[in-house]
């Protein structure tokens, strides 16, 4: 990873700021943040903690711009997603370490001695890894899941409340086309003077 983000002329450029706003604002330039806020803010502060670390170790240029590419792979590993990654964070930057304290070229370059990376280990878990889930919670990528319920009792009820309205209306049809059939099949009764009438005309045809 040397000068893979970082290049020698940057490196220059980083090593004349002295100042953490003059540092945040070569890092941002060099690095390419452009992020807006607070997300802009946290990882700048991780870079220009990473550059003083570098400066307090006494690192050379070549030391400095290959650690700033294994925080920054670190950190994209992290947050490519929502889910807990931790070991695989943590077995990602032990390889990365690896790749450069050991001198087997072209596989890997010794930029670091194993005192170095012993250090360097260090300052990565209590400084990013420690607190993964703060850099995950702001930039990883959020997940919503919507879960409809449904209870077991709520559709028996649907159901029958659905089913009540059409059963009067049946009930009332039912009862209106029996009404002109109990109105049609009733019969008029004949009172006492129509059937005395009713007789006198059966005798009279006898005689």
């Known amino acids: 990873m040397l000068w893979s983000d970082v290049s020698y002329h940057n490196m220059e450029y980083i090593d004349q700021m002295q100042s953490i706003p003059e540092l945040e604002s070569a890092l941002c330039r060099v690095l390419g943040v452009d992020l807006p806020e607070p997300r802009r803010g946290i990882?700048?502060?991780?870079?220009?903690?990473?550059?003083?670390?570098?400066?307090k170790q006494s690192f050379r240029k070549e030391q400095t711009s290959t650690l700033l590419s294994i925080i920054k792979s670190i950190h994209e590993a992290n947050i490519e997603t929502p889910l807990n990654n931790l070991e695989?964070?943590?077995?990602?930057?032990?390889?990365?370490?690896?790749?450069?304290?050991?001198?087997?070229?072209?596989?890997s370059v010794s930029f670091f001695s194993y005192q170095e990376a012993n250090c360097i280990l260090d300052y990565i878990h209590n400084s990013y890894l420690m607190h993964h889930e703060l850099y995950k919670y702001f930039f990883a990528p959020q997940v919503q899941v919507d879960l409809p319920l449904t209870?077991?009792?709520?559709?028996?009820?649907?159901?029958?409340?659905?089913?009540?309205?059409?059963?009067?209306?049946d009930n009332n049809n039912m009862e209106?086309?029996?009404?002109?059939?109990?109105?049609?099949?009733?019969?008029?009764?004949?009172?006492?003077q129509e059937e005395s009438n009713g007789d006198d005309q059966n005798s009279q045809t006898r005689v």
């Not at 990882?43 to 400066?55: P, W």
């Not at 009820?157 to 009540?164: D, H, L, N, R, V």
Request: charge should be negative; charged fraction near 20%.
């Open 176 to 192: 209106s086309e029996a009404e002109p059939m109990i109105s049609s099949g009733q019969q008029e009764v004949p009172t006492e």
């Open 151 to 169: 209870y077991s009792g709520m559709e028996k009820e649907e159901s029958t409340a659905s089913e009540k309205p059409g059963s009067s209306a």
């Open 88 to 107: 695989q964070c943590l077995d990602y930057c032990n390889e990365l370490l690896l790749c450069h304290c050991c001198h087997r070229p072209p596989f």
């Open 43 to 55: 990882l700048l502060k991780l870079y220009v903690q990473t550059v003083l670390f570098c400066r």
